[in-house]
Nanobody, 122 residues
Framework: HLVESGGKLVQAGDSLRLSCAASGRSFSFSAYAAGWFRQAPGKERDFLAVVDRSGGNPIYADSVKGRFTISRDNGNNMLYLQMDNVEPEDTAVYYC???????????????WGQGTQVTVSS
């Protein structure tokens, strides 16, 4: 069970941090790679970033490399996405997800949150 939070309306150039809380007795968060995706209106869901079980070896989409930072806190079953210098094109619903291994492919993720809305005004 994954629940995202932190989405809000911000201005271009601002920073915000998204959080993803993992819970459930049968869900061992630290056993999975974890990533972030987003879906803009009228578009497909796109990969943004992923880290391995320990929080290392991040992979970023070119569109966010250098602006977004993914991290995790396994002790608290949390995943984060630090978003800096946001742009209007970052407006989307943001999702966290868990996978058996690091992957940029949506089909490899088996657990998803419900999403949190980020809106960036120009």
């Amino acid at each position: 069970h994954l629940v995202e939070s932190g989405g809000k309306l911000v201005q271009a150039g601002d920073s915000l941090r998204l959080s993803c809380a993992a819970s459930g007795r049968s869900f061992s968060f630290s056993a999975y790679a974890a990533g972030w995706f987003r879906q803009a209106p009228g578009k497909e869901r796109d990969f943004l970033a992923v880290v391995d079980r320990s929080g290392g070896n991040p992979i970023y989409a070119d569109s966010v490399k250098g602006r977004f930072t993914i991290s995790r806190d396994n002790g608290n079953n949390m995943l984060y996405l630090q978003m800096d210098n946001v742009e209007p094109e970052d407006t989307a619903v943001y999702y966290c997800a868990a996978a058996g291994r690091r992957s940029v492919l949506e089909r490899d993720y088996h657990a998803w949150g419900q999403g949190t809305q980020v809106t960036v005004s120009s």
